[in-house]
């Protein structure tokens, strides 16, 4: 079993649109969980954390945890092109799974002008 | 803004080479990582480290890595005979505290076997 899924996409969205991302995580005890944008051939850059149920919201992003159903999604509010990358979801998976985080396969976004 | 340096940005070498990967973490980070990620594929954990020792490794992370703090800031990533399926981009990354507040990795040095 996958510990962290992902679609992989790609997902289209116009510029101006919301983009909604999901993710599903195997471990019911996951304490934490991040999402991080990859622009092509670069390194993961950390955009969102969340620890509570509920929603958080940063500028045009908004990240939704709910603990009860293993799920975690990123919402961008008036995408641009320059959101178009792809997006990873990482969660640290229990405390049996110490101090790292796994991540999903990521879900690439493509914003058209 | 603090950020984590990676040396070299692009290394090709001959299949049963050894390789050493190298990287900076930023000053005050105590938690130190190595992930990589082949071309097309996911974000893989390699090991971390903290405290001067491994606190986890993967599966991948067998004989042939090894990992080391050889002075108070550089932290590398050794594989002692590299294979054709170790090509792959290598990133490093540290966090301040445990893996629970997420870390920063840095820009990652691309593998090439041949």
């Known amino acids: 079993q996958k510990e962290v899924e992902q679609n992989s996409g790609p997902l289209s969205v116009p510029e101006g649109a919301i983009a909604s991302l999901n993710c599903t995580y195997s471990d019911r005890v996951s304490q934490s969980f991040f999402w991080y944008r990859q622009y092509s051939g670069k390194s993961p850059e950390l955009i969102m954390s969340i620890y509570s149920n509920g929603d958080k919201e940063d500028g045009r992003f908004t990240a939704q945890l709910n603990k009860a159903s293993q799920y975690v999604s990123l919402l961008i509010r008036d995408s641009q092109p320059s959101d178009s990358a792809t997006y990873l979801c990482a969660v640290n998976i229990g405390k049996a799974a110490g101090n790292k985080l796994t991540f999903g396969g990521g879900t690439r976004v493509l914003v058209k002008p | 803004e603090p950020e984590v340096t990676q040396t070299p940005s692009h290394q090709v070498t001959q299949m049963g080479q050894e390789v050493i990967l190298r990287c900076v973490p930023i000053s005050n980070h105590l938690y130190f990582y190595w992930y990589r990620q082949i071309l097309g594929q996911k974000v893989e954990f390699l090991v971390s480290?903290?405290?001067?020792?491994?606190?986890?490794k993967s599966e991948i992370f067998d004989d042939q890595f090894s990992v080391e703090r050889p002075d108070g800031s550089n932290f590398t990533l050794k594989i002692r005979s590299t294979k054709l399926e170790d090509s792959a981009m290598y990133f490093c990354a540290s966090s301040e505290r445990e893996a629970n507040y997420g870390y920063t990795f840095g820009s990652g040095t691309r593998l090439t076997v041949v």
């Open positions: 480290f903290y405290n001067n020792e491994i606190s986890e």
